[in-house]
């Protein structure tokens, strides 16, 4: 998946009686961590405000001018307070911000607490969240509550902060593209379309029937066709799968391409059984397998709800996600589960590249009706597990971390599997299940329960359930 590049609006505050001088030196500070991280910074001309920082509300209105000047530049704002900060100057200038802010408070030292150098900030950074509160300004803080720029505390901080813009900014409105009308059979798929939209997620909703109308039509040496089947060849094991079966895959992927371009589909969820089986006679788990290692969120089985944690948690790491069955215990180990599915997990999750078989559960009253599953293992890695529901207009989430493991699972177990590791999981599936949560939960690489806590809660309004307590 492509990384995306971060911006960083910086800004610094002042207040009258505190030593001013200490501005400067944080400037190169803070510079100098978030070019160090990696990322990018926009900063005001230090010359315009006094010490270059912010105090007065005329400094703040001059800040705010400057973020208008430069929307769309950055990705979220950091607030340094190497001083005690002037409350009314900050709240001016960022209430409008319209982005993350980021609250980082200078610690003070010990053997410079003389009137020249103590910073105060540590009392300061209450002042400031103490208003941006009655204002509802929305703004993340962090531990450690005092923290200098050049610690590797604040390089954390930094990587976890561009996390959340990353969601937040890649959440606050954004397109899924539902191909095909939910089984009646899943129930558990349900979702309030109308509730999703005041979260700014537009659904667009595609029939089955025209994919299948427009798969049907298109020719065998369409050039994008026969792309797409080298394509699929390269992606995986193929070599199993009968030449027709492979062109009608291919033809599929094709045919959503189409949609996710004229849509502008930021995620797709996909009625996957039992339609194609039965009149195309392929299985799409391997298509969904490429799009979301090409970084298209994509689910299985019209499970819309866990491709909205699934695309936060891609936003977030930066890495693909997948859509799992809490499908079966793992011998009589209480913290491990077997997560499974048919095969659209991204082979960059898996221990090495699938294999695309015939779906054994279609195969068994319909032979050759299922050609499509990628299979293999789930790898080990520190993951996520996140899912999210939707009740009385509102968007209801979850998530906790876990650990896949290397335990092995026999090679007669088909799909595409893995060992999680979940610590207390026996009464975290007790909440899940009061909680009317799904069968399905979705994971992601690395742990980011907080991350996304903290942009689904602070700034995207979404409720949050605990199942760690």
């Known amino acids: 998946m492509e990384k995306k590049e971060m911006t960083f609006a910086l800004a610094f505050c002042n207040r009258g009686f505190m030593p001013g001088e200490l501005i400067y030196g944080a400037r190169e500070d803070m510079i100098k961590a978030v070019t160090d991280a990696g990322y990018h910074y926009i900063a005001m001309d230090a010359e315009l405000t006094r010490y270059g920082g912010i105090e007065t509300r005329d400094e703040g209105l001059l800040y705010a001018k400057w973020l208008k000047e430069h929307e769309g530049e950055y990705d979220g704002v950091i607030f340094s307070m190497p001083i005690f900060a002037d409350e009314n100057g900050a709240v001016t200038a960022l ?10 408070a200078y610690p003070d030292e010990i053997g410079k607490l003389d009137f020249a150098h103590r910073r105060d900030a540590f009392c300061g950074k209450f002042s400031v969240t103490d208003v941006f509160t009655q204002y509802q300004v929305p703004f993340t803080v962090m531990k450690p509550h005092v923290v200098h720029p050049l610690s590797e505390a604040f390089a954390q901080n930094l990587r976890d902060f561009a996390a959340i813009c990353r969601v937040v900014n890649g959440m606050k409105r954004f397109n899924i593209g539902c191909i095909g009308a939910r089984t009646t059979a899943f129930k558990t798929v349900r ?8 979260y700014g997620i537009n659904v667009e909703s595609f029939d089955l029937s025209e994919l299948i109308y427009k798969v049907e039509h298109l020719a065998d040496d369409d050039e994008a066709v026969l792309e797409k089947i080298r394509t699929l060849e390269n992606y995986t094991d193929f070599t199993q799968v009968p030449e027709k079966n492979k062109r009608t895959l291919a ?6 391409d189409e949609y996710i371009r004229e849509y502008h589909l930021d995620v797709i969820t996909l009625r996957c059984w039992n339609e194609m089986e039965t009149y195309l006679r392929v299985c799409p788990c391997v298509l969904l397998s490429e799009l979301n290692d090409r970084g298209i969120v994509a689910s299985c089985e019209i499970d819309l709800c866990s491709s909205i944690t699934m695309y936060a948690m891609s ?6 996600t997948a859509v799992l069955d809490w499908n079966n215990n793992y011998g009589d180990e209480e913290d491990k589960v077997i997560l499974f599915h048919c095969g659209p997990v991204a082979q960059s999750l898996m221990t090495a590249k699938g294999t695309v078989t015939e779906h054994k559960m279609f195969a068994k009253n319909d032979p050759g009706s299922g050609w499509g599953c990628n299979e293999g293992r789930i790898k080990a890695f520190p993951t996520t597990i996140s899912n999210c529901q ?4 509102k968007l209801i989430v979850y998530a906790s971390e876990a650990q896949f493991t290397e335990d092995p ?14 610590p207390d999981l026996q009464n975290k599936l007790i909440r899940l299940a009061r909680g009317g949560f799904k069968h399905h939960t979705s994971i992601g690489m690395g742990h980011m329960k907080e991350v996304l806590k903290e ?12 199942i760690d307590v």
Do not use: M, N, R
């Open 390 to 393: 939707t009740k009385d207009g």
């Open 95 to 104: 209430q409008d911000a319209g982005v993350p802010i980021l609250l980082q």
């Open 191 to 198: 979702f309030d379309e109308i509730g999703l939209q005041k």
């Open 409 to 422: 699972i026999e090679e007669g177990f088909f799909g595409c599997g893995g060992v999680c590791e979940i």
């Open 455 to 466: 942009a689904f809660t602070t700034y995207l309004g979404y409720e949050w359930v605990d």
């Open 315 to 320: 936003l977030a790491s930066e890495e693909p």
């Open 251 to 256: 033809k599929i992927s094709v045919v959503i």
